[in-house]
């Protein structure tokens, strides 16, 4: 079965990310075409990137690098849950990507976004940037949620209705790419 990582992409302290990513692994367990686990960042405790080699190399010096490609390795698919920070992804995101590399390659990743003013769609765009350079592979379909309209007083998280069939359209097509790219994971 396709397994696929709804990876939690910030570890900030009173962070709402977990209530979106929990809304994707509800909505994604209701498809039978996936395995789907919440994979939360929080969980690795990654210090700032601090591997000797390259992770293209992939001989990881560190346990909690180890432990963190492993997890990668096993996942077929990503769902990114991000917020936007200052136009941009969390470094807590960015630095987990760096880790590793090949664990990365020939996956599909798909993006869900939320922030204030423009609804995370900043920091999917520079995510799909990142994703590119490690060979992942970026579905059309992305969810944009608004911190002023999807959450109550930016705490607690309400989804507008309108949201539940871009996020299934979204699965669809990170299942389909995953299925798709599964004979270049094999080669």
Same mark, same amino acid.
């Given at each position: 079965?396709?397994?696929?990582?709804?990876?939690?992409?910030?570890?900030?302290?009173?962070?709402?990310?977990?209530?979106?990513?929990?809304?994707?692994?509800?909505?994604?367990?209701?498809?039978?075409?996936?395995?789907?686990? $919440?994979?939360?960042?929080?969980?690795?405790?990654?210090?700032?990137?601090?591997?000797?080699?390259?992770?293209?190399?992939?001989?990881?010096?560190?346990?909690?690098?180890?432990?963190?490609?492993?997890?990668?390795?096993?996942?077929?698919?990503?769902?990114?849950?991000?917020?936007?920070?200052?136009?941009?992804?969390?470094?807590?995101?960015?630095?987990?990507?760096?880790?590793?590399?090949?664990?990365?390659?020939?996956?599909?990743?798909?993006?869900?976004?939320?922030?204030?003013?423009?609804?995370?769609?900043?920091?999917?765009?520079?995510?799909?940037?990142?994703?590119?350079?490690?060979?992942?592979?970026?579905?059309?379909?992305?969810?944009?949620?608004?911190? $002023?309209?999807?959450?109550?007083?930016?705490?607690?998280?309400?989804?507008?209705?309108?949201?539940?069939?871009?996020?299934?359209?979204? $699965?669809?097509?990170?299942?389909?790419?995953?299925?798709?790219?599964?004979?270049?994971?094999?080669?």
């Amino acid at each position: 079965m396709t397994r696929i990582g709804i990876i939690l992409g910030t570890t900030r302290p009173g962070r709402v990310g977990p209530q979106v990513a929990q809304w994707v692994e509800k909505a994604a367990r209701t498809r039978g075409d996936a395995d789907f686990e $919440l994979v939360d960042l929080a969980d690795f405790d990654l210090p700032l990137f601090d591997e000797p080699r390259s992770p293209r190399m992939g001989a990881y010096e560190h346990a909690h690098t180890r432990a963190w490609s492993a997890k990668i390795a096993e996942l077929d698919g990503f769902v990114f849950v991000t917020p936007e920070y200052n136009w941009s992804i969390p470094a807590a995101l960015k630095n987990a990507i760096d880790f590793v590399y090949n664990e990365w390659n020939n996956k599909a990743a798909a993006f869900v976004g939320y922030g204030a003013s423009a609804n995370g769609v900043r920091a999917v765009e520079h995510l799909r940037a990142i994703a590119a350079a490690v060979q992942l592979s970026p579905v059309y379909t992305q969810v944009n949620l608004s911190l $002023l309209t999807d959450f109550e007083q930016y705490e607690t998280f309400t989804p507008a209705e309108r949201h539940d069939a871009a996020l299934q359209r979204m $699965l669809s097509e990170l299942i389909t790419r995953t299925h798709t790219l599964a004979p270049l994971r094999r080669a």
